[in-house]
């Protein structure tokens, strides 16, 4: 994703919905669980779920910073408490994880069923202590 700018989440509304980019959607998908969608590098989502977000960064501590057109609408700085790095640090973490599943899931719906008993008894048996 994109290098750190200046350790703001930047939110751009768009219509009525707000997306985030490159490191700035690894924090807010972190917070939020919002699907990256990978085609468009970022989170989007719509103005309902604003005061979601805004609580969820505000709770993290994290900066962010609202934009309306190129206009800022609002902006939080926590100052030396600020999360964002510590936040897209997990989020990297996170995303690794769920591409790594995503991959093995794709691998486990190509198998027949005789491959794919042998895998499911060796996850049951990993996940069972």
């Given at each position: 994703m994109g290098k750190i700018k200046n350790d703001?989440?930047?939110l751009?509304?768009?219509?009525?919905f707000y997306n985030v980019f490159g490191d700035d959607a690894l924090v807010v998908h972190y917070l939020t669980g919002y699907k990256i969608v990978a085609e468009k590098g970022g989170v989007?989502?719509?103005e309902t779920a604003y005061n979601k977000v805004i609580n969820a960064l505000e709770d993290a501590e994290v900066n962010y910073r609202v934009y309306e057109k190129e206009e800022i609408k609002e902006e939080k700085?926590?100052?030396k408490i600020n999360?964002?790095?510590g936040i897209l640090k997990k989020g990297i973490s996170i995303l690794s994880i769920e591409e790594r599943f995503q991959k093995i899931?794709?691998?486990i719906k190509g198998l027949n069923a005789k491959e794919l008993d042998r895998v499911l008894e060796?996850?049951?048996d990993a996940i069972s202590n």
């Open positions: 703001y989440v930047e751009r509304k768009s219509g009525k989007g989502f719509p700085n926590f100052k999360n964002y790095k899931e794709k691998k060796a996850i049951e």
